[in-house]
T-cell receptor
């Protein structure tokens, strides 16, 4: 069974701090996506990484795909209250009929 | 371009009843997936429909069923509701072009079973 483990599960920080959340698996993925979900809403796609070692930046968010395509990290610089939400990672495996494997998420609270 | 829409947004039902939820994907998207989200279990995949055919299925009992219409709109049905079915039900559509693994979610239907 393919699993995606996200850590930490919960994170509460002050505005302006930096943080990193992780998404790890023993399986290889053809692509990995990060989503952010706010309370009462559906997840919103932030980024997709496809190539091992790939780094993508979205303003203050930096996403990295591991060289072996088994893990990924999300780094937020100078966090703001608007970054509060549930961060989910999802991995796709072309051999699995493109069914996504989801992590349980990291719940981030950024306090003003 | 309109996003994924789901109706209703909120629903309260009693144990033993059945419920039907509706999802309209982004125009041009032919794949619709359904998920159940609860605080303890995270996002649990129910099923995916593509061109009116079920393409993938999760590990849910037969009380959970779905269908897709020729215009790509999809419905899911839960029969004989149980208290544990209380959850946020999300549907997502996939882009037919580019990186096809990317999913676009609707706002969800919050189902409460009493």
């Amino acid at each position: 069974t393919q699993l995606l483990e996200q850590s930490p599960q919960f994170l509460s920080i002050q505005e302006g701090e930096n943080l990193t959340v992780y998404c790890n698996s023993s399986s290889v993925f053809s692509s990995l996506q990060w989503y952010r979900q706010e309370p009462g809403e559906g997840p919103v796609l932030l980024v997709t990484v496809v190539t091992g070692g790939e780094v993508k930046k979205l303003k203050r968010l930096t996403f990295q795909f591991g060289d072996a395509r088994k893990d990924s990290s999300l780094h937020i610089t100078a966090a703001q209250p608007g970054d509060t939400g549930l961060y989910l990672c999802a991995g796709a495996n072309a051999g699995n009929n493109r069914k996504l494997i989801w992590g349980l998420g990291t719940s981030l609270a950024v306090n003003p | 371009k309109a996003g994924v829409t789901q109706t209703p947004r909120y629903l309260i039902k009693t144990r033993g009843q059945q419920v039907t939820l509706s999802c309209s994907p982004i125009s041009g998207h032919r794949s619709v997936s359904w998920y159940q989200q609860t605080p303890g279990q995270g996002l649990q995949f129910l099923f995916e429909y593509f061109s009116e055919t079920q393409r993938n299925k999760g590990n849910f009992p037969g009380r959970f069923s779905g269908r897709q219409f020729s215009n790509s709109r999809s419905e899911m049905n839960v029969s004989t509701l149980e208290l544990g079915d209380s959850a946020l039900y999300l549907c997502a559509s996939r882009s037919p072009q580019g990186v096809s693994d990317e999913q676009y979610f609707g706002p969800g239907t919050r189902l409460t079973v009493t």
